[in-house]
């Protein structure tokens, strides 16, 4: 038996840490991987690094596709690893179709008619926009076998949903990693997030209070909220910052780096 209390001491997802002890307790039993439930980026990140040092234990994650935030975790014991590629993740392409056009869609609103028409939290991998036509989504295999062909609602447009394989999605697009350097007079979200994400001031405070960013995972509504090292913003579509190091300058600013994602 793993030492469950002392793994999930601390937590902050301690609900979707315990399924995932479970997992691994299973596969270490059985030597066999057994794969979770697509779980959110930041109980990805608390798992492999928790679940991560213990010594027995392989831990190794896919989500339909390089970069992707939503994945599934496949766990092994480590005197056992197969590669990732010769285990099935059961994962299948989603795509949301309807006619946008005078009534265009946000990720919330695709997600919220998922939920209607019966996808589950778990069931779900990353969701992103296709302009007015709707939008794609990685979902499990079982959910999309399930909602082929169904009709949907998303707000006030009718939509149908059909599963399509992996390799036939429109991926949204994938930045490679590069650092930044900036001087700002703050470091506040709405400063720091213009100057990394390369936008204005007053589009970037908008999205803040639109809830299209997150700090470190978090929900966060507030443009003047101070950053600090260590911190991470993201932008759902636009990627991610890390802000990496903050330091004053002779003229009393602050020179920052940046490494965007």
């Known amino acids: 038996m793993l030492p469950r209390k002392a793994l999930l001491e601390g937590s902050r997802y301690p609900e979707a840490l ?24 930041p109980v ?25 935030e939503r994945r599934r975790l496949v766990l092994q014991r480590r005197e056992a690893v197969q590669p990732i590629d010769n285990l099935p993740a059961g994962l299948a392409g989603l795509e949301i ?17 998922l939920q209607a028409a019966g996808l589950e939290d ?24 399930r909602l082929h062909e169904q009709q949907g609602l998303v707000r006030t447009v009718a939509v149908r949903f ?12 994938r930045r490679q990693p590069r650092q ?36 470190n995972w978090q929900p966060v509504s507030s443009p003047s909220k101070e950053l600090a090292p260590g911190d991470r913003v993201q932008w759902h579509s636009r990627g991610e910052l890390e802000i990496q190091a903050a330091s004053p300058t002779q003229r009393g600013r602050i020179r920052i780096g940046l490494l965007r994602r």
């Not at 030597?31 to 697509?38: F, K, R, T």
């Not at 059909?162 to 697009?173: D, M, Y």
């Open 162 to 173: 059909e599963a399509r394989p992996l390799n036939t999605l429109q991926l949204p697009t």
């Open 97 to 113: 179709s309807g006619n946008f056009l005078f009534d265009p869609a946000s990720i919330d609103d695709l997600q919220a008619g």
């Open 180 to 215: 930044i350097s900036v001087v700002e007079a703050s470091m506040r979200l709405d400063a720091v997030g213009s100057a990394g994400f390369g936008v204005s001031r007053n589009r970037m405070a908008d999205a803040i209070r639109q809830g299209l960013v997150r700090l």
């Open 44 to 68: 990805r990140e608390e798992a492999e690094q928790r679940l991560g040092e213990l010594a027995d234990l392989d831990l190794q994650s896919w989500g339909g596709f390089a970069g992707a």
């Open 18 to 41: 315990n399924p995932l002890i479970d997992a691994a307790e299973q596969a270490l039993r059985t030597w066999e991987p057994v794969w979770s439930a697509i779980v959110a980026a």
């Open 122 to 145: 778990q069931e779900r991998g990353d969701l992103w926009l296709r302009g007015d036509r709707g939008g794609q989504a990685v979902v499990t295999a079982a959910a999309a076998e």
